[in-house]
């Protein structure tokens, strides 16, 4: 029998009458172990898993997916940019939480392109007119 069989058959024979004593040598578990099991399900209604406590994401699952879609579209763009699209959105998370949510995706380097300056323009003429 798993786990989750026996703690329905254990409340459904809580549920029938019968008492922890009882219930303890039906099943071969300590008394303490039936109390807490029956204790939560009148607490929460159910002696499923509940989720944790820790903490929540700051970016929702749908929020990311629309981050990673934009930046796999327009791979300049930066994460400032992604950013502004998160507030539009209602979403506040700061751009390092942004880069970290990337790269877990695999997405690297969501910097700003070299801007070419005057020299660097001068010199990109000169070499393709030699050519």
Known sequence: MGRDKDIEEIISSHLKGLGYK?????????RDTIGSIISK????????????????PTISSRALSNLVRTAKKTPRVTTRQLQDDLMKAGTSASVATIRRALNKEGLHGRTQGRSWGPRCRLYLWALFEIV
């Not at 399900?41 to 929540?56: D, S, V």
Request: glycine share 12%.
């Open 41 to 56: 399900f009148k607490t929460y209604g159910t002696a499923a898993n509940l989720p944790g406590r820790g903490r929540k």
């Open 22 to 30: 009882k219930i303890s040598k039906i099943f071969n578990i300590l």
